[in-house]
């Protein structure tokens, strides 16, 4: 695995040295026509914020980091041989997949858990983190398509099977805006490879300006074919699972590819 991206001199002072780089890069050299992304790989806190305030095992959940994330698109990018981007920091610390500024970029609250670390911060807390979280990642993403040309780019997540008291009976969601075609292509070749799972379009979630960076700013900016791509998190509970699920994407990547020039 290559070194992480920067030196923590550079970022706003927030990180010290016991604590990690805050972007690691996976085949970063590769000059294949996929890009992964992972952004909520991590559940790391900066030794400075004291965990956040949070209970124990609270960064544990699925409120710090997506759940098996890191695993799958670690073994997809090695499938694939191509770069992945992975964020080491928990999305509690910043929110590398939302704007900065925004609601929930340094959340206050999440799925009713309260976030006493992000409380009444201000506007060069807030700086601070940008500098040492956000901007690492964002800056990976740029210099990595600034390497060589990328056809595809795909960020890797997972979802809980049960939010706010609600069942999610979907086993995977391709998230997309504009790019309707890929998503369906995605759906189309799991469908006919494992026909027994429920895929869905744009669920759990949605794309939209306000809460999302990838799609808006990176994806669509280019014009690349791309997803935001949901795991259920219960199928990545064991490195069987993981490996099924890296097989079925790789193989749906591959299909897209195929159609696209």
Do not use: K
């Amino acid at each position: 695995m290559d070194a992480g991206e920067n030196g923590r001199a550079a970022h706003g002072g927030l990180l010290r040295a016991n604590d990690p780089a805050p972007v690691t890069l996976r085949h970063g050299q590769a000059a294949s026509p996929v890009l992964l992304l992972c952004e909520h790989a991590g559940r790391a806190v900066p030794e400075a914020l004291n965990g956040l305030g949070l209970p124990d095992g609270a960064i544990d959940r699925h409120i710090g980091w997506d759940i098996g994330a890191e695993d799958l698109a670690c073994r997809l990018a090695d499938r694939l041989r191509c770069p992945l981007i992975l964020q080491r920091y928990s999305r509690l610390v910043m929110d590398c997949n939302r704007p900065p500024g925004s609601e929930e970029s340094i959340p206050e609250v999440s799925d009713s858990t309260r976030v006493p670390g992000n409380i009444g911060l201000s506007a060069a807390d807030h700086a601070a983190r940008r500098q040492a979280i956000f901007d690492p990642m964002n800056d990976a993403i740029t210099a990595a398509f600034e390497a060589h040309p990328r056809r595809a780019v795909f960020s890797i997540h997972s979802f809980t099977p049960h939010f706010q008291g609600r069942a999610r009976p979907w086993d995977a969601g391709f998230l997309v805006r504009r790019d309707m075609d890929t998503a369906r292509r995605l759906i189309n070749r799991m469908s006919a490879d494992a026909p027994e799972l429920t895929l869905a379009l744009n669920e759990p979630y949605q794309i939209d300006d306000a809460s999302d960076w990838f799609i808006p700013r990176h994806a669509e900016a280019r014009g690349v074919r791309h997803s935001l791509i949901e795991v259920r998190n219960d199928h990545l509970a064991d490195a069987a699972g993981v490996a099924r699920w890296a097989d079925l994407l790789a193989a749906a990547i591959g299909s897209v590819l195929e159609e696209t020039p």
